[in-house]
């Protein structure tokens, strides 16, 4: 069965600063797909970006992007010019190729403070 | 678009009553339906999965005779907590899937409060 790990509880960064979560998973696939989701206080899971396996190219989004390292199983997310409103609970999910199952596996989550 | 919303919000029962959530996809036929419960400042935790018109698959240890679950339509599920108890106070949240699709459209969640 695949895990995913984020192995940290808690991380802080100052306003406009660059920050790194950490992931990492485990699986014996070879295609998949990595997802990186926001939960603010109001609790609404947001879609923060999406990787898929078989692309060698990290994904970004604005100030959202990815450090995908699939040999060593590896999945961080950098949250450049950090903002007040970027605090929240971030989660880092795995998802099997669809032909295979359609359940995401989260991991533990981060809750990132942002200092003003 | 892909919508999700949930009612209620916030839900408070007493213990020995039932509830019903109720997870509803807006502007999309949601062909696959997932229940999450979800403790303060932890993950999510899968309780099930649901096809439109067949039955919920359960996750091992997710009680099933306490947490019906129907998806009786393309857009909307049901989720029941029958004879609740204090212990069942959470955040349930529901999400969708369309088809083949990879995401999983999220509804905005429900607070269960059991007196």
């Known amino acids: 069965a695949q895990t995913v790990t984020q192995s940290q509880p808690e991380m802080s960064v100052q306003e406009a600063e660059t920050v790194t979560l950490s992931c990492t998973y485990d699986?014996?696939?070879?295609?998949?797909?990595l997802f990186w989701y926001k939960q603010p206080p109001s609790r609404q899971m947001i879609l923060v970006i999406r990787q898929e396996a078989y692309k060698q190219q990290n994904a970004t989004e604005n100030r959202f992007s990815v450090n995908f390292q699939k040999a060593a199983k590896s999945f961080s997310l950098k949250i450049s010019d950090s903002q007040l409103g970027d605090a929240a609970m971030y989660f880092c999910a795995y998802r099997r190729r669809p032909e295979y199952g359609n359940k995401l596996v989260f991991g533990a989550g981060t809750i990132l403070r942002v200092k003003s | 678009g892909a919508v999700v919303s949930q009612h209620p919000s916030w839900v408070i029962c007493k213990s020995g009553t039932s509830v019903k959530i109720e997870c509803r996809s807006l502007d999309f036929q949601a062909t696959t339906m997932f229940w999450y419960r979800q403790f303060p400042k932890q993950s999510l935790m899968l309780m099930a999965t649901?096809?439109?018109?067949?039955?919920?698959?359960?996750e091992q240890g997710v009680e099933k005779d306490k947490f019906l679950i129907n998806h009786a339509s393309l857009t909307l599920s049901t989720l029941t907590v029958t004879s609740a108890h204090p212990e069942d106070s959470s955040f349930y949240i529901c999400s969708a899937g369309i088809g083949q699709g990879v995401e999983q459209y999220f509804g905005p969640g429900t607070r269960l409060t059991v007196t």
């Open positions: 699986t014996s696939e070879s295609d998949y797909y």
């Open positions: 649901s096809n439109e018109g067949s039955k919920a698959t359960y």
